[in-house]
């Protein structure tokens, strides 16, 4: 069967299962955009190729198959650079096809020509160009399972236009059954005997291929083994935050006491985790050179196991396939007081501390968590704003949280778009602040155009707070560049035939929430943050005061 590359192209995403794509047109691809025009499969349309990368990354969160993105050469192509970033730091399988030059004019800097393997060679698990047609099947099959294997990640194929819309009589791409790996009952006795000769042993829970059976298999494993878990930056809701041995998440602000917890404990299980830097407060609570605790790493990827911390037993698995034996293994131990210390320190940070202001973030945080749906999804990029949702929301169902550990602003209204997109009948809630939200805010006409309906609250605090807490504690006063003028955002959404209102106390947001809800479509709330709510645990005036003395 003679196919041009566009329509071969278009085939083998068919087979191998994709249901949506996001893009940003461009001539470069034409041959794609015709292959897609009658394939069944939906196109996103965006309106800069970042916020096409991102949603496509949450879609991959999301379904753990890869995102599809396709984005035009050159100035496309660096636009969706961002999303690349947060699938490769997330571990998150992503395909992101880009237009390229006809390859017959390679090397003579023809109208936006990029060598893509030196521009994203360090940002993607693998980059290549498909010169021939016919070897489309190839590349595209090699492209799925590269983003699927070991660690998940994103990978980029670069498209000549020539390429794709010449013509060639190639077959389809064949599917590959892959087995899941089971672990050796000599292996689950080693895990089994190394945990019970510990006195202080956390489990820490985080990385990709996590699913709802993991979650339950996680619980199970924990609760008869009464060990206390701790969950990776942005992966609460791989646990339910309810079980009495959830200890609390590995974040940027991360709980006093579930710190001191991680650097006293004697043995670690870490369970699909990289235990990277956000997690161990920048390696200081676990010393990479002498960790002084047992450690048992699984990992599905083998590279990562000894990447910074050497385990003592490393595991090449998927954290769900462990899990799914170690779930009914006999108990060895008695942690009961340990693991029951660790769920009260997590339900005495929950206490709200008390910000300034007629508007308080926990307060709106609190009233979400209690109100939301069980399976209502929460996003958010990056910024200070974050730290009262990771601190005070609970999460109750996997699959409930996308937020970038890569720490991208701009991350949350895209994959809250995509989120709205593959769950229409669920609520989905963007947390954004003022700076973050602008940077994707230009999305909200792809919400519209493909009926997405997420309910966006923007902390407006007026400045980007992040940066500016870091500027107080080390140029107290001296503010430069993180000031901001924004405009009506409650206007916006209605510019965008959204619904949108100001709230200025807390005891006004229920009302609010519940209006935008009821409108159905994609609803702005803008919450009017005082200027010295700086973090969950200081004001500005604080830190300044602190750094000033020092």
């Not at 990029?114 to 047609?133: E, H, I, P, S």
């Not at 998940?152 to 599917?175: F, H, I, T």
Request: contains cysteine; negative net charge.
């Amino acid at each position: 069967m003679i196919r041009h590359g566009g329509k071969i192209l278009s085939d083998q995403l068919l087979k191998l299962g994709v249901r949506r794509v996001f893009s940003v047109p461009g001539e470069s691809f034409l041959a794609a955009l015709d292959g897609l025009y009658d394939s069944g499969i939906p196109n996103i349309v965006c309106r800069q190729e970042g916020g096409a990368a991102m949603m496509a990354e949450a879609y991959g969160k999301m379904t753990g198959k890869p995102g599809v993105c396709f984005v035009t050469r050159g100035p496309g192509a660096a636009n969706a650079s961002a999303g690349i970033h947060i699938a490769m730091q997330d571990s998150t399988p992503m395909v992101l096809f880009v237009g390229q030059i006809d390859n017959r004019h390679t090397d003579r800097e023809t109208f936006q020509e990029v060598d893509y393997k030196a521009m994203f060679g360090g940002l993607a698990k693998w980059v290549a160009q498909v010169n021939d047609t016919d070897r489309l099947p190839e590349y595209i099959g090699r492209a799925f399972a590269v983003a699927m294997s070991g660690r998940p990640g994103p990978v980029v194929l670069a498209l000549p236009e020539n390429m794709l819309s010449a013509a060639a009589d190639v077959p389809d791409l064949r599917l590959t059954k892959r087995l899941k790996t089971v672990l050796s009952a000599d292996t689950l006795q080693a895990i089994m005997h190394a945990l019970a000769e510990s006195e202080r042993p956390l489990i820490v829970a985080g990385g990709p291929h996590w699913n709802a059976e993991a979650r339950t298999d996680l619980q199970a494993f924990a609760e008869r083994q009464q060990v206390p878990v701790a969950l990776g930056f942005r992966r609460q809701d791989y646990m339910d935050n309810h079980h009495a041995n959830y200890a609390g998440d590995l974040n940027v602000g991360i709980n006093p006491r579930l710190a001191a917890r991680v650097r006293d404990a004697d043995f670690l299980l870490l369970l699909g985790t990289r235990l990277g830097d956000i997690e161990t407060q920048g390696y200081t609570l676990i010393d990479p050179a002498d960790p002084q605790k047992t450690i048992i790493h699984i990992h599905a990827d083998a590279d990562e196991i000894g990447r910074v911390y050497t385990p003592d037993i490393g595991i090449s698995a998927t954290a769900p396939a462990a899990l799914r034996q170690l779930a009914n293994a006999s108990p060895a131990g008695d942690w009961f007081t340990w693991t029951a210390a660790a769920r009260n320190d997590y339900e005495a940070w929950l206490a709200p501390q008390e910000s300034p202001g007629a508007l308080k973030q926990e307060d709106v945080i609190k009233w979400l968590s209690d109100n939301l749906p069980d399976d209502a999804v929460l996003t958010n990029g990056a910024g200070n704003y974050a730290a009262w949702l990771h601190r005070y929301f609970v999460y109750k169902q996997h699959g409930t949280q996308l937020a970038p550990t890569s720490g991208s602003m701009g991350y949350g209204f895209p994959a809250a778009i995509s989120a709205s997109l593959e769950y229409p009948d669920r609520t989905v809630v963007c947390l954004a602040g003022d700076g973050c939200f602008q940077m994707t805010c230009n999305e909200m006409s792809t919400a519209v155009q493909h009926g997405a309906k997420p309910i966006v609250i923007v902390m407006n605090n007026g400045r980007y707070g992040t940066i500016r807490m870091h500027q107080e504690k080390h140029y107290p006063g001296r503010v430069s560049g993180t000031a901001l003028t924004n405009p009506d955002f409650a206007a916006l959404a209605r510019a965008y035939g959204g619904h949108g209102e100001v709230v200025e106390t807390s005891a006004d947001f229920p009302a609010a929430f519940k209006r935008a809800k009821a409108a159905g479509t994609i609803a702005i709330i803008e919450c009017k943050v005082d200027e010295e709510a700086l973090s969950t645990g200081a004001t500005l005036s604080a830190v300044r005061a602190a750094a000033m003395k020092s």
